[in-house]
Structure formats: structure tokens, C-alpha cells
């Protein structure tokens, strides 16, 4: 059950557009459209962002996107405004019955 | 509105136990499959286990296997974490989190609840 793995940090500044990648295995990531991804801010509860790769709950903005190629998954968010700046994770079902997360991006909004 | 509420953390010392609580409402409980996810300080999040809507199936990550358990009463709306033989590493704020009907993730988190593991 190793972490997948993801980018320490990434940064962009307000307007532009970032994508974070979240890389995993054939047991997790590449073997499942489970992989969702979900945005955390200091001392609050994470918050799902992305479902199934690709697909947004009600009520999160469509500047967020999912995609997935083989073990590798990526989040990008585009118009990068001043409120997206958090840790994001990315979380797959494996192959085990299990979930596994990534160990997280910061994003930093410059 | 979905809501779920976490208590029972605290300062433990090693090699005690603590039993965690997460009441849920706002949606039928026992319709859903139940996670447990843990954070250390500074650190990422960490998947521990899940329960089925009914209880009768559980899995768990490695890390807690054979020390943890999940458990859960429908007729009270609350999941439960029994932590045994605790150690520092799993000082943490401890998550429950539901996962809706059918899919693979986790839709609602609760607030958390901080168990510290300490001599």
C-alpha cells in the first residue's frame, strides 16, 4: 500500500493554469476510474474536488478538471484565483479493497 | 444537510486505548459504506479502513491491521474506531468520512478529532 506519488508543491499565478499529476500503479490508479482528488486548507476538513477521474460534484467550480493516462492521474485547475491555494490530494481504490491518497501538493497562488 | 461529527480524542499514553465516535445525519446511515482516514501533524492523509452499510464487510490498511477496528451501530447513526496498543506514530486528527452509495470516494468528511499518543 504505498502512497501514490505526487508533486511536493506546484505554483502559478492568478489567471494561469496548473496541473498537479498523481502517479500510482496497475493495483491503483491504472487499473480503476476510481481516482478522486480533493482540496484541503489549513485546519479544515479535505473537501472532494474531483470523482471517477474526471467528474465534479455539484457545486465545485468547472475550473477544476480531471484526467488519467495509464498510472498516472492529473488535476488541473485553470483561472488560478487567490482561493485555490491549499494542499491537494489525490486518492485511488485499489486493487486490495482498499484506498490509497498521495502524499499531497501545495499550491501556492503567487 | 449531511453532517458528521467525530469525538472521543485525546491525550493517550502508549500502549493504551481509545475508542473514536462519528455521528452522522443529515442521510440514511446505514445505507452507507464508512471510511476512517487519519492525518498526522504536518503531515498527508492516510486511508485506515471502511465498513460496509451493514458492517458485515471491513478492510484495512496495513498499518493498522490487527490493532484497529471498525465497527458501526445503525440504530444510532454512529461509526466507530477502536484503537488498540497505541503508539506515538498514530498521533493524529482522525477523520470519518462517508462514502456514497455505489461509488469510490469519499463525499462528506467530518471536522476530525485529535488523538495524541504520549507518555
Known amino acids: 500500500q504505498s502512497a501514490l506519488t505526487q508533486p511536493a508543491s506546484v505554483s502559478g499565478s492568478p489567471g494561469q493554469s496548473i496541473t498537479i499529476s498523481c502517479t500510482g500503479t496497475s493495483s491503483d490508479v491504472g487499473g480503476y476510474n476510481y481516482v478522486s482528488w480533493y482540496q484541503q486548507h489549513p485546519g479544515k476538513a479535505p473537501k472532494l474536488m474531483i470523482y471517477?477521474?474526471?467528474n465534479r460534484p455539484s457545486g465545485v467550480s468547472n475550473r477544476f478538471s480531471g484526467s488519467k493516462s495509464g498510472n498516472t492521474a492529473s488535476l488541473t485547475i485553470s483561472g488560478l484565483q487567490a482561493e485555490d491555494e491549499a494542499e491537494y490530494y489525490c486518492?485511488?481504490?485499489?486493487?486490495?479493497?482498499?484506498?490509497?491518497f498521495g502524499g499531497g501538493t501545495k499550491l501556492t497562488v503567487l | 444537510q449531511v453532517q458528521l461529527v467525530e469525538s472521543g480524542g485525546g491525550v493517550v499514553q502508549p500502549g493504551r486505548s481509545l475508542r473514536l465516535s462519528c455521528t452522522a445525519s443529515?442521510?440514511?446511515?446505514?445505507?452507507?459504506?464508512m471510511h476512517w482516514v487519519r492525518q498526522a501533524p504536518g503531515k498527508g492523509l492516510e486511508w485506515m479502513t471502511i465498513?460496509?452499510?451493514?458492517?458485515?464487510?471491513?478492510y484495512y490498511a496495513d498499518s493498522v491491521k490487527g490493532r484497529f477496528t471498525i465497527s458501526r451501530d445503525n440504530s444510532k447513526n454512529t461509526l466507530y474506531l477502536q484503537m488498540n496498543s497505541l503508539r506515538p506514530e498514530d498521533t493524529a486528527v482522525y477523520y470519518c468520512?462517508?462514502?456514497?452509495?455505489?461509488?469510490?470516494?469519499?463525499?462528506?468528511w467530518g471536522q476530525g478529532t485529535l488523538v495524541t499518543v504520549s507518555s
Open positions: 486518492s485511488s481504490y485499489t486493487s486490495s479493497s482498499t484506498w490509497v
Open positions: 465498513i460496509s452499510y451493514d458492517g458485515s464487510n471491513k
Open positions: 471517477d477521474v474526471s
Open positions: 468520512a462517508r462514502n456514497p452509495v455505489g461509488w469510490h470516494y469519499f463525499d462528506y
Open positions: 443529515g442521510f440514511t446511515f446505514s445505507s452507507s459504506a
